[in-house]
């Protein structure tokens, strides 16, 4: 006998069918004889002269076929296609339809999810592009912050040195002021003794002067007397000499006065210069002091900024894998549990990361609100 498997049925013909079904390539449509394979059993047996022999059994036949091939190989074959046409049964024929038909339904749904998860996939890289557009803009506000941090520190480093420089000119003007001040008691101290030797000089001319009244009440005028030896003559030299050391120390005193009066001026545009350079240092060090606490507080946000955008790039960086992760799944064609585990996962992770991302939104809105009631609150408190 020459067998044809076809579909759930064994067909077999004359021997010579071999060869026709060889050349041609289709099969008689007229077999001898029709076994339906639908729950039979298909198992190997041992016959003599036939040691690759082939046992089919049903509880339906009136006995048992025995099919024996030419090879192992062949045996091998022949058993594995017998025992799958046999499970094509009707009732199989019927649960494989349903079964497409769940399928097909099942397709159409997954079709429908993928485009939903498309959708949502195009508006969250929209939000993600979103927030790498707001990582560019802060990275281009923390180079400003840098610039800004740098031009302070220059700022800060031009003060000290500013402020140095008033130290300096103010030690060099303390130290004027105190040797104009050393030089003004000196000319207070000749000025007196001048004073007091010009006193001393009047009180001398005035005694002189009376004694030459005196003499020239008493003596009689002499007829040719010598200038020498004439005593009225030697009051007047005498007088003449008072009044020049007079008119001398009245020079000497009205110089003085002039010295100290200069440098009283000098020294009081000392003590304005002095004055002028305490306020300058005094607004120098507020400017530095308050420079210093904004140096700070700059360098407090851009800390404050690295961190949060460091969490940010790590988020973007886990919302990126869990977006590329879920596209490979949706893009793959083999579905298995633990792939929609893992899509779940990265729906959820996503989820997370933009109602976080809706959070810090609201937040940032309602922040004037809640500054106000903060202080209320502290007002109230």
């Not at 030690?171 to 050393?182: D, I, M, P, Q, W």
């Not at 919302?319 to 579905?335: F, K, V």
Request: hydrophobic share 35%; glycine share 2%; net charge negative.
């Amino acid at each position: 006998r020459f067998f044809i498997i076809k579909e759930s049925f064994l067909l077999y013909y004359a021997e010579s069918e071999k060869k026709s079904f060889e050349s041609n390539k289709y099969f008689n449509i007229h077999p001898k004889g029709v076994i339906p394979l639908g729950g039979c059993v298909v198992e190997p047996k041992e016959e003599p002269n036939m040691p690759y022999a082939i046992k089919i059994s049903h509880e339906d036949f009136h006995g048992n076929i025995v099919l024996a091939a030419e090879s192992e190989f062949e045996q091998a074959q022949w058993l594995e296609m017998l025992q799958e046409s046999g499970k094509v049964t009707w009732k199989n024929a019927q649960l494989g339809e349903a079964m497409i038909e769940s399928l097909e339904a099942q397709g159409l749904q997954l079709a429908k999810e993928k485009q939903e998860y498309l959708d949502k996939l195009m508006e969250e890289t929209e939000e993600l592009c979103l927030q790498r557009e707001q990582k560019e803009e802060l990275e281009r506000l923390n180079q400003v912050l840098e610039a800004e941090k740098h031009q302070f520190e220059e700022v800060v480093r031009e003060l000290r040195l500013e402020q140095e420089q008033i130290r300096r000119e103010l030690e060099l003007t303390a130290r004027s002021l105190k040797g104009v001040e050393e030089e003004k008691k000196e000319l207070r101290s000749l000025t007196q003794s001048l004073q007091k030797t010009l006193e001393e000089l009047s009180v001398e001319k005035q005694q002189m002067l009376e004694m030459l009244e005196e003499n020239e009440s008493q003596l009689p005028p002499p007829t040719c007397p010598r200038k020498e030896q004439n005593p009225i003559w030697g009051l007047h030299c005498s007088l003449q000499q008072i009044e020049e050391k007079m008119q001398q120390l009245l020079e000497e005193k009205i110089l003085a006065e002039k010295r100290m009066k200069e440098n009283e001026e000098r020294s009081r545009a000392l003590e304005e210069e002095r004055e002028f350079y305490s306020s300058q240092s005094q607004a120098l060090q507020n400017s530095l002091t308050e420079l210093t606490a904004e140096k700070q507080q700059t360098e407090r946000d851009l800390k404050a900024e690295v961190k949060v955008r460091m969490d940010l790039e790590k988020r973007l960086r886990e919302a990126e894998e869990a977006l590329q992760s879920l596209e490979q799944g949706l893009n793959s064609l083999d579905c298995n549990k633990e792939k929609e585990e893992k899509m779940k996962a990265d729906v959820s992770n996503l989820r997370r990361f933009f109602e976080e991302c809706i959070r810090n939104a609201e937040l940032e809105a309602k922040m004037p609100v809640i500054m106000k009631n903060s202080v209320y609150i502290h007002k109230a408190a």
